[in-house]
């Protein structure tokens, strides 16, 4: 027996699941064919070049044009490669990429062919979970594409990204938290459902804002696209892949970020619900016209991408990681403290607005001050550390304290003797040499000084 709760989901005849299914995998190829031309058209613009405009109209066939080229092309395996795991770490990874789609919904209840059916291929109690577990799982293609090329800068790119994106998927399935307490359900559809009178990221604010942050970092995408960074590790992962191996890698990649643009759609944006004023209209939520409300809240998102990769520079790893672990994910874990209390004083405690309004403040005076002392302590540790160099700058250095030569770090200072001084039995004392006369003057040459004298 299929639960009340979700309606039509598990009664679908045999027929309609495959037309789903298929439906599915053109719409997000589509939007994958799609999706690269309007990036390059729009970093064009952004650059003041032209992009692509000569293959179909507007350059529109540009993308299915270079898909076709890249399958066509020669394939080379480099000679260490493990080719078992070569061969299948690109299809974890695009496989991966089109079961997350298995819970988004797309729209209403319709009538296809007769039967009535939800724009949905399935769905059930933890819908989202079963997203993060499926993103979960590609990761396996992308470390293992990298282990198995049997290169260095692969499997550099391939550990970057698995910590990259284990590390952002923890701010994100916590941003997902507030959105149950909300919703009470982790269904996708019920979720959506839940949002008609106001969406989620307007209450939600700081969950909708986290997870923004961690969908970028989640799918490499500039500028955390640090795995693929090409001044350091020349193409990433996938540096030693070719022709159709290459092109899976890339649908991969593009068709995640059509899924977190869905996830956020779904989960913050009301899904395929009608945005106002639209949703005055009584018809903007019935048949399919909510289809194209999700299509275009999806391709905002989308934009959003491209726009970063545009204007924004790369960051730093330490500072990516830093920012993920120390920013992001105590932030979301207060953030759920904050949105638990409102919903215990709200339905238990039964406190008026006034008194919740109050309750929040002190929360937040209580954060800041917490914030206040952490960063007081922070800097009062990096002063001491600071005065603790100088210290050890000003000591006296000597190069030979641990039995072979050792050069001084930036600020030390230290007596020099030549050998050919020593072997002469010549003593002379040599003014201070500091590392930033060395640097300054790189022709010194104490050899010289020593004999001069």
């Given at each position: 027996?299929?639960?009340?709760?979700?309606?039509?989901?598990?009664?679908?005849?045999?027929?309609?699941?495959?037309?789903?299914?298929?439906?599915?995998?053109?719409?997000?190829?589509?939007?994958?064919?799609?999706?690269?031309?309007?990036?390059?058209?729009?970093?064009?613009?952004?650059?003041?070049?032209?992009?692509?405009?000569?293959?179909?109209?507007?350059?529109?066939?540009?993308?299915?044009?270079?898909?076709?080229?890249?399958?066509?092309?020669?394939?080379?395996?480099?000679?260490?490669?493990?080719?078992?795991?070569?061969?299948?770490?690109?299809?974890?990874?695009?496989?991966?990429?089109?079961?997350?789609?298995?819970?988004?919904?797309?729209?209403?209840?319709?009538?296809?062919?007769?039967?009535?059916?939800?724009?949905?291929?399935?769905?059930?109690?933890?819908?989202?979970?079963?997203?993060?577990?499926?993103?979960?799982?590609?990761?396996?293609?992308?470390?293992?594409?990298?282990?198995?090329?049997?290169?260095?800068?692969?499997?550099?790119?391939?550990?970057?990204?698995?910590?990259?994106?284990?590390?952002?998927?923890?701010?994100?399935?916590?941003?997902?938290?507030?959105?149950?307490?909300?919703?009470?359900?982790?269904?996708?559809?019920?979720?959506?459902?839940?949002?008609?009178?106001?969406?989620?990221?307007?209450?939600?604010?700081?969950?909708?804002?986290?997870?923004?942050?961690?969908?970028?970092?989640?799918?490499?995408?500039?500028?955390?696209?640090?795995?693929?960074?090409?001044?350091?590790?020349?193409?990433?992962?996938?540096?030693?892949?070719?022709?159709?191996?290459?092109?899976?890698?890339?649908?991969?990649?593009?068709?995640?970020?059509?899924?977190?643009?869905?996830?956020?759609?779904?989960?913050?944006?009301?899904?395929?619900?009608?945005?106002w004023p639209l949703s005055l209209w009584e018809g903007a939520n019935q048949g399919w016209w909510p289809m194209l409300w999700?299509?275009?809240?999806?391709?905002?998102?989308?934009?959003?991408?491209?726009?970063?990769?545009?204007?924004?520079?790369?960051?730093?790893?330490?500072?990516?990681?830093?920012?993920?672990?120390?920013?992001?994910?105590?932030?979301?874990?207060?953030?759920?403290?904050?949105?638990?209390?409102?919903?215990?004083?709200?339905?238990?405690?039964?406190?008026?607005?006034?008194?919740?309004?109050?309750?929040?403040?002190?929360?937040?005076?209580?954060?800041?001050?917490?914030?206040?002392?952490i960063q007081t302590r922070a800097d009062r540790r990096n002063r001491a550390r600071e005065d603790a160099e100088a210290a050890a700058a000003a000591a006296p250095f000597d190069p030979?304290?641990?039995?072979?030569?050792?050069?001084?770090?930036?600020?030390?200072?230290?007596?020099?003797?030549?050998?050919?001084?020593?072997?002469?039995?010549?003593?002379?004392?040599?003014?201070?040499?500091?590392?930033?006369?060395?640097?300054?003057?790189?022709?010194?040459?104490?050899?010289?000084?020593?004999?001069?004298?």
């Amino acid at each position: 027996m299929t639960d009340s709760t979700f309606g039509l989901f598990g009664t679908d005849p045999w027929w309609l699941v495959i037309l789903k299914v298929l439906a599915i995998f053109v719409i997000l190829v589509l939007l994958t064919l799609f999706t690269i031309w309007w990036e390059r058209r729009v970093v064009s613009r952004m650059q003041n070049r032209i992009g692509p405009n000569r293959v179909g109209p507007q350059g529109l066939l540009q993308s299915l044009m270079d898909g076709i080229k890249l399958a066509l092309k020669e394939e080379i395996i480099p000679k260490s490669a493990h080719l078992a795991v070569y061969w299948l770490a690109p299809v974890i990874s695009a496989t991966m990429a089109f079961l997350a789609f298995a819970v988004i919904p797309f729209g209403p209840e319709v009538s296809i062919f007769g039967v009535v059916t939800p724009l949905q291929l399935t769905d059930f109690p933890v819908s989202v979970l079963y997203v993060l577990a499926i993103a979960s799982i590609g990761i396996y293609g992308i470390v293992l594409g990298g282990w198995a090329s049997g290169s260095t800068y692969p499997l550099l790119g391939g550990i970057r990204s698995s910590a990259q994106m284990i590390s952002y998927e923890i701010a994100m399935g916590l941003s997902f938290v507030a959105v149950f307490l909300f919703a009470g359900s982790m269904s996708t559809s019920q979720i959506v459902i839940a949002q008609e009178p106001i969406w989620f990221a307007v209450i939600l604010l700081p969950s909708f804002l986290i997870y923004c942050t961690a969908m970028v970092g989640e799918t490499n995408r500039a500028p955390f696209d640090l795995p693929e960074a090409e001044g350091e590790l020349v193409g990433g992962f996938h540096t030693e892949y070719s022709s159709l191996k290459f092109a899976l890698f890339f649908l991969a990649e593009y068709i995640n970020m059509v899924t977190v643009s869905a996830m956020a759609t779904t989960l913050f944006l009301g899904g395929y619900l009608a945005p106002w004023p639209l949703s005055l209209w009584e018809g903007a939520n019935q048949g399919w016209w909510p289809m194209l409300w999700w299509l275009i809240k999806v391709q905002i998102f989308i934009f959003i991408f491209i726009w970063l990769r545009g204007t924004l520079p790369r960051m730093r790893y330490d500072q990516f990681m830093r920012f993920g672990w120390k920013v992001l994910i105590p932030v979301s874990i207060a953030w759920i403290m904050i949105v638990s209390l409102a919903r215990v004083l709200r339905d238990d405690v039964s406190l008026t607005t006034t008194e919740i309004l109050i309750s929040g403040a002190v929360v937040i005076v209580l954060l800041i001050l917490a914030s206040w002392v952490i960063q007081t302590r922070a800097d009062r540790r990096n002063r001491a550390r600071e005065d603790a160099e100088a210290a050890a700058a000003a000591a006296p250095f000597d190069p030979m304290e641990a039995g072979f030569p050792v050069p001084p770090m930036p600020g030390q200072s230290f007596t020099y003797t030549s050998r050919r001084a020593a072997a002469q039995g010549n003593t002379i004392v040599q003014e201070p040499v500091t590392t930033s006369r060395s640097v300054e003057d790189p022709t010194h040459d104490p050899d010289e000084e020593s004999t001069h004298g």
